[in-house]
């Protein structure tokens, strides 16, 4: 099916995002001070650019891990049913760990990943998102720090795609459809 025509808003710039990301650090580093090793977990694919840029301003000891989740596939609705479709490679029994998400938008996703590792008793775990949609939520989840919550709205940048396509802007758009006929 091909994909209808739309355009990329700019909703948060690259310096915004830079600017949030030293604040969110300096509160992780002070949440985790003394770790023997945070174990950051960035779950695939849309939070590759985002843990890339965290981990670097965390001056913390840190193992980087990623678990991949079913996604919404080429659609824009979420599937709710949530599946492992890549898990750590790490054992995370004891350890800290960080839980780094793109967006919270049902909170189906989070929520299931938070109750997996949860389950392997880790000795703290704490999440953190870029991005938060409240106004969309259907499980009660929230991420320990978070970026910038954002309406209602298809966004996509800063590793985050529309159907794989926009995950290299360097700043977070939203999707906007265009009448092609008017745009012609
Ligand atoms: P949830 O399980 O509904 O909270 O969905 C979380 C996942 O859906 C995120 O990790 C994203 O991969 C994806 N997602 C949610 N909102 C958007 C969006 O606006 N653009 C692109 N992907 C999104
Ligand atoms: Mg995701």
Do not use: C
């Amino acid at each position: 099916m091909a994909q209808k025509p739309y355009v990329v808003d700019q909703m948060i710039s690259a310096k915004a995002i830079a600017a949030r990301i030293e604040e969110l650090a300096r509160e992780i580093e002070t949440a985790f001070a003394g770790t023997d090793k945070l174990v950051v977990v960035g779950l695939l694919r849309g939070s590759f650019v985002f843990i890339a840029d965290l981990v670097r301003e965390l001056d913390l000891p840190v193992e980087v891990d990623f678990l991949e989740t079913s996604s919404y596939g080429s659609g824009m609705e979420s599937s709710r049913e949530v599946r492992i479709l890549k898990d750590i490679r790490g054992e995370v029994e004891g350890r800290d760990v960080l839980v780094v998400e793109d967006i919270v938008d049902t909170g189906h996703t989070l929520h299931h990943v938070l109750h997996l590792l949860q389950g392997r008793h880790p000795r703290r775990l704490e999440t953190i998102a870029l991005l938060d949609k409240p106004a969309r939520r259907e499980v009660d989840v929230k991420a320990t720090w978070t970026g910038f919550e954002i309406p209602d709205e298809f966004v996509v940048g800063y590793g985050i795609d529309f159907a794989q396509r926009n995950r290299n802007l360097p700043h977070i758009g939203k999707v906007r459809f265009v009448d092609q006929a008017a745009s012609a």
